[in-house]
C-alpha cells in the first residue's frame, strides 16, 4: 500500500499513527498539519476562558463525569469559533463533541422564562 497523502495540506505524507502485525496505519494528516490543529484548538480553548467561561464538570448533553480532565472538551453551538458568548458554549465529552458536530446541539421542546 502507497502511503497516504495528508488531505489537509495535499503535499506531505500523511503521519504514522500506529504498527500493529507488520501493516502500517495512517493518520489523515501530515505531522505539520496535525501539531497547528492542535496549536489551534488551543487558541480557542483559551479564548473561551478569557472570556469569563469556566467549563463544567460534566457533560451538559449526557451528564458524563469525566475521570481526566482532558476528556472535557467546549463545544460552541453556532459553529463559529470566534463567538464567545456565554450562551454559545457548552461543555460536553468527547462522544457528545463528535455527535454533536454531526446533528448539531438539540433545544428540545423548553421555552426560556421572559
Known amino acids: 500500500m502507497q502511503r497516504p497523502v495528508c488531505y489537509n495540506c495535499n503535499s506531505n505524507p500523511a503521519a504514522i499513527n500506529y504498527v500493529r502485525n507488520t501493516k502500517k496505519y495512517y493518520r489523515k494528516l501530515c505531522d505539520s498539519c496535525s501539531r497547528k490543529a492542535r496549536k ?28 481526566l480532565p482532558g476528556q472535557l472538551t467546549i463545544f460552541r453551538i453556532d459553529g463559529n469559533m470566534n463567538n464567545v458568548k456565554r450562551e454559545n458554549l457548552k461543555t460536553v465529552c468527547l462522544n457528545c463533541n463528535y455527535e454533536l458536530s454531526i446533528n448539531g446541539w438539540q433545544h428540545g421542546d423548553l421555552q426560556e422564562d421572559l
Open 40 to 67: 489551534l484548538r488551543d487558541v480557542y480553548e483559551r479564548r473561551a476562558s478569557a472570556a469569563g467561561y469556566k467549563k463544567s464538570n460534566s457533560c451538559e448533553q449526557c451528564s458524563f463525569k469525566p475521570v
